[in-house]
């Protein structure tokens, strides 16, 4: 009964979030100030949320003996690759792509986006991310390698099908530039299949912004 009741309590406070979230996105696309402290609002919520899981898992751990091995479900794992060269350096391209900030340019959904940083002993370090129709989500950078590697998880919202998709983000130093290699990771349950031609789509495309992009502050800043 107190789970139920807890659950029934999160379903409504979750509820709530998302309908703040799309009343921020409206707001910021009017110019209204008070779009950024209502999303402030909603990522307080979203991380208290993410601090009691983990009290209450950490308690849980202490409280209860660990039941006996059960038999895990298959996974299947999916992956993509794609790959592009840059007249860059590295150093350029990261300072580019690492900032959560990174993800607001020009006809992309993402209306606003911030970093929280690591908690000693907790979470790490999580990228927020508000669309322009209010949908909400955060990823966390779970390795990093200044200027050579990130990989990334998404962990909100939480897949109904329970899969997990992982990012990672190579950079290579080569004559002309760097070479960036973005490589996506799905893993389902054993009877579903991730779209691996959406997951190549979305890899090149992101390359190919990446280098409009670079491109467009190197007139930028020829131009200043």
């Known amino acids: 009964m107190k789970n139920t009741v807890i659950a029934y309590f999160a379903v409504l406070a979750l509820t709530g979030l998302v309908t703040l979230s799309i009343q921020g996105a409206s707001l910021l696309q009017k ?9 402030i609002i909603v990522v307080g919520g979203l991380l208290l949320t993410f601090l009691y899981g983990v009290i209450i898992s950490r308690t849980a751990r202490v409280k209860v003996q660990p039941p006996k091995a059960a038999k895990m479900p298959g996974v299947r794992t999916t992956a993509t690759t794609s790959t ?11 300072s580019t792509i690492r900032p959560a900030e990174a993800a607001i340019v020009d006809g992309s959904n993402v209306a606003y986006a911030f970093t929280v940083p690591a908690i000693p002993d907790g979470p790490r370090e999580r990228q927020c991310f508000f669309g322009r129709n209010g949908g909400i989500s955060m990823l966390e950078i779970i390795e990093e390698v200044p200027e050579r590697l990130a990989v990334t998880q998404s962990i909100f919202p939480p897949d109904e099908d329970g899969a997990s998709t992982k990012t990672v983000y190579r950079l290579e130093p080569t004559a002309r530039g760097c070479s960036l290699t973005l490589e996506s ?15 190549q789509r979305f890899g090149d495309s992101y390359l190919e912004g990446l280098w409009v992009l670079l491109e467009q502050r190197k007139l930028e800043g020829a131009l200043e």
């Open 185 to 199: 990771i799905v893993e389902t349950p054993d009877f579903l299949m991730a779209d691996q031609q959406a997951m």
């Open 31 to 39: 110019s209204d100030p008070r779009g950024a402290l209502v999303l």
């Open 84 to 94: 592009a060269d840059y007249d860059f350096s590295p150093a350029v391209v990261w």
